[in-house]
């Protein structure tokens, strides 16, 4: 059985708009919709509105949007959960190019900025780089994150120097390159960090870790990146 | 120590120490003052002239000095962008902080002599 729903979508086309405004849908739903499958159906009936997705399973983290004031994925949050009319924003504190979709420029240079690769000065192995089953469990939490950007855009010291601090997700990543066992650059990753901005801006408010669609938890990174920093320099 | 540790690490540490030694500070003294109640000014005067009480006290004042300022100054970094005005603040903040700092010292003066 279908019911209707009602929807308060952000609208902005800088081409024609002055200023955003908030529009108004009703639409049928059915049980089991997510909010993705929603905003499809709002897009089929006016094509002019505008946002990014993709895979609609949670993976390609395309579909981070702000919905009823929380950041989340569009494609694994249940409409049922959602209270109406539910209001849906882009991403807080990035640029909007239109509608919901927002510039992530600042986001992916910050998550640059912290070298996210292996870095390696030894000679390459002939084979492949060894790595115990405990040293591989210590990246758990951490590689999994899809960079959707949820948790740095949810985050007050992003949204007031996102140009300085890393943010969650960068920081992230940074600790899960700190983390890894075959990366041999730690110390140059920690002094990169290091001054007031970049890593200790962070004030373990954990708007990230709540937020975070994949259940991971970037303050606890930061913590240990924190705590690593203290024995390599005391 | 460059000044980017002494700007990022350093100052993260010194609030947590100085945290946790006025945490430690205000417990011992607010365990005093329930369970000894020191209610003459001579039991105030007393506890207050012990040396080991004096170091503590003061103790108590630079960890509140060092944790406001690393606290302040935090602030003003996170939301005050225009270099002058934030200079301007952080100046200002510092100036009240030796005055208020002088003030307990000529406290401390008062109490030993």
Redo the contacts between chains.
């Keep these: 059985m279908s019911q209707t729903m009602r929807f308060s979508i952000y609208r902005y086309n800088p081409e024609t708009d002055s200023k955003p405004y908030m529009q108004d849908y009703t639409i049928e739903v059915h049980a089991g919709m997510m909010l993705r499958d929603a905003l499809l159906k709002i897009k089929a009936e006016d094509e002019s509105f505008v946002f990014r997705h993709s895979c609609g399973e949670g993976v390609c983290g395309s579909d981070g949007l702000n919905i009823n004031g929380t950041n989340g994925l569009a494609c694994i949050t249940p409409i049922a959960v959602l209270k109406q009319p539910v209001e849906v924003r882009p991403l807080p504190g990035l640029p909007v190019i239109r509608d919901l979709v927002v510039d992530m420029e600042q986001f992916y240079h910050q998550y640059r900025s912290i070298k996210p690769y292996l870095t390696v000065h030894d000679p390459e192995p002939e084979e492949e780089y060894r790595q115990s089953p405990e040293d591989r469990d210590k990246l758990d939490g951490l590689y999994e994150c899809i960079l959707c950007a949820s948790c740095s855009t949810s985050c007050p010291s992003f949204w007031w120097n996102p140009d300085k601090f890393r943010g969650p997700a960068a920081l992230l990543q940074a600790y899960r390159f700190i983390a890894d066992s075959r990366d041999q650059s730690t110390a140059q990753r920690l002094d990169e960090l290091e001054g007031p901005y970049r890593l200790f801006r962070c004030h373990s408010i954990m708007n990230c870790t709540n937020v975070c669609p994949k259940g991971l938890n970037p303050t606890k990174a930061i913590g240990e990146i924190k705590k690593i920093m203290l024995k390599h320099y005391v | 120590m460059?000044w980017?540790?002494a700007?990022?690490?350093h100052?993260?540490?010194a609030q947590r120490i100085s945290a946790i030694y006025m945490a430690v500070f205000l417990f011992y003294f607010l365990g005093v003052l329930a369970f000894c109640q020191p209610n003459t000014f001579q039991a105030w005067s007393d506890w207050f002239a012990s040396t080991p009480m004096q170091l503590a006290t003061a103790g108590f004042f630079i960890a509140l000095f060092w944790h406001a300022w690393v606290g302040v100054r935090?602030v003003l970094?996170?939301?005050i962008k225009p270099f002058a005005v934030r200079m301007g603040l952080l100046v200002s903040l510092a100036i009240t902080m030796i005055l208020l700092a002088l003030w307990v010292v000529k406290v401390f003066l008062a109490g030993a002599l």
Excluded: F, H, M, P
Aim: overall charge negative.
């Design positions: 460059s980017r540790a700007s990022g690490l100052a993260w540490l935090d970094i996170d939301y």
